[in-house]
């Protein structure tokens, strides 16, 4: 069995609830999805086993890092080896971290046990320009539940409200009490969509989801 990995780096977490924690990054190669905001353009990879990146991960001080990030692409994609990874290290007790799409509900049912901490993308159709995956979503978070959770939607200038309401009515009836990150795209300026961030946490909180605006900070420090 062989896994496409177009890198593996030590960095910090630019996103999300565990913004600033220290991660190891194993970044698998390939996507389900094109959205139109993607800023991760991937051309290469290498091929391992999943013994080999086993190997290379344990070369990586366990003390220093928080967890192991597991991010794309889409790592659900190969779904058979990422699971005897997380096999690997899960027997180790390191920690694993999924940073996904959340389209794959199938895939991370199969891995779910592995996994201590989902982040998990909100694709809304009006700031992905895709079709929407709302049914998806809501069997992944279902699943997705079982561990600690959190969701991640990017917020363009032509997100629209309806989208968001479709978002949090998934939430409210999944996974209640999944705290809802808002992504600024880090394409446009902040000043162009500033308004419609704090419209949508007013929402957020009218409609009783907890909900937190956190820029991809990795980009503004410069750090990979």
């Known amino acids: 069995?062989?896994?496409?990995?177009?890198?593996?780096?030590?960095?910090?977490?630019?996103?999300?609830?565990?913004?600033?924690?220290?991660q190891v990054f194993v970044r698998f190669f390939d996507c389900n999805?094109?959205?139109?905001?993607?800023?991760?353009?991937?051309t290469s990879f290498l091929e391992y086993d999943p013994k080999e990146l086993y190997e290379e991960l344990k070369m990586y001080s366990?003390?220093?890092?928080?967890?192991?990030?597991?991010?794309?692409?889409?790592?659900?994609?190969?779904?058979?080896?990422?699971?005897?990874?997380l096999r690997l290290t899960h027997k180790e007790n390191l920690k694993n971290y999924l940073e996904t799409n959340g389209t794959l509900p199938e895939a991370l049912k199969?891995?779910?046990?592995?996994?201590?901490i989902v982040a998990m993308d909100l694709k809304l159709p009006s700031s992905t320009g895709l079709s929407s995956y709302?049914?998806?979503?809501?069997?992944?978070?279902?699943?997705?539940a079982k561990k600690e959770v959190f969701v991640k939607a990017v917020i363009c200038d032509c997100t629209q409200e309806a989208d968001l309401l479709d978002g949090l009515k998934m939430i409210r009836e999944s996974a209640r009490h999944t705290?809802?990150?808002?992504?600024p795209d880090s394409g446009v300026k902040p000043s162009t969509i500033e308004g419609k961030l704090k419209l949508f946490k007013d929402i957020c909180r009218r409609e009783k989801i907890t909900t937190c605006v956190i820029p991809q900070v990795h980009k503004i420090a410069g750090v990979k």
Not at 1 to 21: A, H, N
Not at 134 to 144: M, P, Q
Request: charged share 25%.
């Open 1 to 22: 069995m062989k896994g496409r990995i177009s890198e593996v780096f030590d960095s910090i977490q630019g996103e999300g609830l565990y913004l600033g924690e220290r």
């Open 33 to 42: 999805l094109n959205c139109r905001f993607c800023d991760t353009k991937l």
């Open 62 to 85: 366990s003390n220093r890092h928080h967890s192991i990030a597991f991010t794309g692409g889409e790592p659900l994609l190969q779904k058979d080896f990422l699971k005897e990874v």
């Open 110 to 116: 199969e891995v779910i046990d592995y996994i201590h």
């Open 134 to 144: 709302w049914e998806a979503h809501r069997v992944f978070l279902e699943i997705a």
């Open 179 to 183: 705290i809802l990150i808002l992504q």
